[in-house]
């Protein structure tokens, strides 16, 4: 665990790993999209005094992380990467509407399935744009 992460981040590792523990278990893990993430990473640069529960670090929207598990994904595969400093995508950066295209063709959705004109303007459930990330499709 890295200084930065309050202990709060410690919390959800081994229930994270035990639910995909008993999904793979109990043979639902093939059927069952796991994910997790958020919308923002956080910037390398720390502030106030480590020692305190306040000390962290500022939001940093170039670069966050999400993975998913079971559903369709290939497992252990990493996509994508940052800089040396994880302040800018380095390779294979996925848009969040390519995220949403990938999350649903998981869950047997097409994401340009359904597109509709409204004012002028097409609309669907990706907005106009999303791929679907096929380099972490099992």
Not at 3 to 21: E, V
Not at 36 to 42: L, P, S, Y
Not at 120 to 131: A, E, F, N, V
């Amino acid at each position: 665990m890295t200084a930065w992460c309050p202990a709060r981040c410690r919390d959800t590792d081994q229930p994270t790993a035990a639910l995909i523990r008993d999904l793979k278990q109990r043979g639902l893990l093939d059927d069952t999209l796991v994910v997790w993430g958020g919308e923002f990473g956080r910037g390398v640069a720390g502030h106030g005094d480590w020692k305190t529960p306040q000390a962290g670090r500022d939001h940093h929207p170039r670069c966050y992380t999400m993975w998913m598990a079971g559903g369709g994904v290939r497992s252990g595969t990493t996509y994508g990467a940052t800089d040396d400093f994880s302040y800018n995508v380095a390779e294979n950066g996925v848009p969040v509407h390519d995220l949403n295209a990938t999350i649903m063709h998981l869950m047997g959705v097409r994401h340009d399935g359904l597109t509709f004109r409204f004012q002028g303007r097409d609309y669907r459930l990706t907005d106009i744009h999303g791929h679907v990330v096929n380099g972490v499709l099992a």
